[in-house]
């Protein structure tokens, strides 16, 4: 006999509301849907509810401001609203451990701790990006509680910073365990999104997976060259121009730079995991990817003797125009320039980090610059008459620019 469905109040609770879960919740709220976070962070929670919004995110304050006016969106730091709403989206972090292994037991714990408030005839959209084989796992781990819930994976696809937007013009993928649900999701996000993908939750899974670990691969390729051409001295920005200038074949060939944040590495670790740790084309970039910073140091060393000077370091975030350090290379720079300067400096427009000084501080005390991400601020910036530097990125035009 099939369980009675519980009623709901609400339509949509979003589990965890950092990067990609706060602008959803915004975006559900904003399509005029009861939206409710959970967020086991209280400082989250405390902000959101202030109608302050805790990162940069493209439109997210004034959206912000305008859902807690019209009554549509809660915050919440226990689990208990979870049982109001319809469709609960789980969207926390999914890291891997030391041993660049997934770790399962983030969304186990979610689960757990609102098991609780998990009702029969709700729908768990599962949009943290997941080992494969994760959703159908927790369908069968709910219903081993007897409780009559569905589940669907549709992967966040969106850049960080430019969610709001990003959310309403890619293409979304839906998968879900079985094709009553799909619908169901499908309605859902068709409230912002016009363009579906569908696919079995384990594609889906993969999907997600692959397309980072892509991404992260194409990256370390040119990471790569930057460093085979800057150890013969060349000047890698003429070798790069060289290839691309009008040549559509390789028109898509990005610029080297430290390929970093809180997904691409950790997602192809997801990857190679489960190839059995085969994946050599994953395993390969992260030693070039994490090996960047090594390498400028070693060129910044045959320029000058460091250990007689103070180094600074202009941008600390993982990408430009973010204030998220999570997992920059900036900061593994930083670490093992203590190791050779004198003194190391840093700094960045938008990241709060009470270890970072002055951007003026940093250009006027260092002797030797190192660019650590491109943000516009560093564009064209001319440094004093002497001042070294290295740029991988290629945005400085100060005097001694290797690349
Ligand atoms: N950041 C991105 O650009 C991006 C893009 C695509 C996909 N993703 C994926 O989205 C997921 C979330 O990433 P993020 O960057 O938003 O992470 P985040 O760390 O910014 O946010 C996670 C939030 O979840 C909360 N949380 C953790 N455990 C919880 C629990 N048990 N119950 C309730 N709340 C809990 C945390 O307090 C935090 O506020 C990850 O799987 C990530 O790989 C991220």
Request: with cysteine; glycine share 8%; aromatic share 8%.
């Amino acid at each position: 006999m099939s369980k009675p469905a519980a009623t709901f109040t609400k339509d949509v609770c979003v589990i965890g509301a950092g990067h990609v879960g706060l602008p959803l919740a915004l975006t559900f709220a904003d399509t005029g849907l009861k939206t409710v976070i959970y967020d086991i962070d209280p400082r989250v929670v405390e902000t959101v509810r202030k109608g302050v919004m805790p990162f940069q995110e493209e439109g997210g304050q004034e959206l912000l401001t305008l859902v807690l006016q019209r009554g549509l969106l809660e915050a919440y730091g226990t689990p208990e609203h979870v049982a109001e709403c319809k469709y609960v989206v789980l969207i926390i972090g999914t890291p891997v451990d030391e041993h660049l292994n997934p770790q399962f037991t983030a969304i186990h714990k979610a689960i757990e701790t609102c098991a609780d408030y998990l009702r029969n005839g709700q729908i768990l959209i599962l949009r943290s990006t997941v080992f494969p084989g994760i959703t159908k796992h927790i369908q069968a781990l709910l219903a081993s509680k007897g409780l009559d819930i569905r589940v669907a994976n549709c992967p966040e696809r969106a850049i960080e910073g430019f969610s709001l937007r990003e959310f309403r013009e890619n293409p979304q993928i839906i998968s879900a365990t079985d094709p009553a649900t799909l619908t169901e999701v499908r309605q859902l996000f068709s409230r912002f999104v016009s363009q579906f993908v569908e696919m079995e939750p384990m594609e889906a899974e993969l999907a997600k997976l692959m397309t980072n670990a892509w991404r992260y691969i194409q990256f370390a390729t040119v990471n790569q060259f930057y460093m085979i051409a800057t150890q013969h001295g060349l000047n890698f920005d003429r070798i790069l121009k060289g290839c691309r200038d009008n040549y559509p074949r390789m028109s898509g060939m990005p610029g080297p730079g430290f390929t970093a944040g809180p997904c691409l590495v950790k997602d192809t670790m997801q990857l190679a995991a489960f190839s059995q740790n085969n994946f050599v084309l994953g395993h390969a970039p992260m030693l070039i990817n994490e090996g960047l910073p090594a390498h400028v140091i070693q060129l910044a060393k045959q320029m000058a003797d460091l250990s007689t000077m103070t180094v600074g370091i202009l941008g600390m975030a993982f990408k430009a125009e973010s204030d998220d350090p999570r997992d920059a290379l900036s900061y593994k720079l930083r670490k093992l320039l203590t190791l050779e300067a004198r003194r190391v400096l840093s700094c960045d427009p938008y990241v709060r980090d009470k270890s970072l000084v002055p951007q003026e501080q940093v250009l006027r005390e260092a002797a030797f610059i190192f660019v650590g991400v491109p943000h516009k601020a560093y564009r064209g910036l001319k440094l004093r008459e002497g001042q070294k530097s290295i740029d991988v990125w290629g945005c400085l035009a100060g005097p001694d620019k290797v690349a």
